[in-house]
């Protein structure tokens, strides 16, 4: 794939990571999943649980399995196993909105429990793009090789290796780079609810039941109505 090349974004981070000013450079970020919506919370962390958890993903980034795995473009009908599925942002307007909320996100988690979150994001800028790093996020029983386990209070989140209240699933599911690219780390589900992209097919197929004109001949407006 010509105009996107994975291992070139990789070594882009890996140039700058161990640096402290990289480390200024980087926030954490909790996502909040629901049926229509999903919210995304910025959160204040130190230097070290940043470091922790940048350690973590940098190490996921260069196992040959990702950095080497196949990229092949998103279809939403159909995926190939074993490769990481590229979307253009340009080409979903729903997405678009949805990266520009890390811009302007929320800042209060006070009354939110732990297991109302789904993913979390790390950003990182680098001296060429900008990049997220979205994984899973999610309560644990006892503390495990590919979790990293943290405390969660108002809006702040600190990472350690002992205590078992909060799990940061290791698993890079989603790499976005400059919000011009995403890479779907066989992930597909959790790239769909967090940019809600079964709105966007149901409100595509909804305008194509009723502007078809090969569909307005065969079905009348009101059965077209009960079918979108």
Known sequence: ??????????????????????IKRTEIFLIKLDKKVSEIYKQDSGDDSKKLLLDALI??????????????????????????????????????????EFNNSLSSTKGLKEDKFRLYAMTLKTNKHNYKIIGSFA??????????????????????QRNNIIGFNKKIELFVIDDKYILINQAE?????????????SKQATQILRENDRIKEI??????????
């Open 1 to 22: 794939m010509k105009d996107f090349r994975l291992d070139e974004y990789i070594n882009d981070i890996n140039a700058v990571y161990e640096t402290k000013e990289f």
């Open 59 to 100: 190490e996921k980034l260069n196992e040959s399995r990702f950095k080497k795995r196949e990229v092949v473009y998103y279809d939403a009908v159909t995926n190939k196993k074993n490769t990481h599925e590229l979307v253009k942002v340009d080409d979903y307007p729903n997405i678009n909105e949805k990266l520009k």
């Open 139 to 160: 309560n644990t029983f006892a503390l495990k090789k590919k979790f990293l386990i943290g405390n969660f209070s108002d809006s702040k989140i600190k990472l350690n």
């Open 189 to 201: 589900s959790k790239f769909e609810s967090l940019f809600k992209m079964n709105i966007l097919f």
């Open 219 to 228: 079905f009348d407006i009101e059965t077209r109505d009960k079918l979108s």
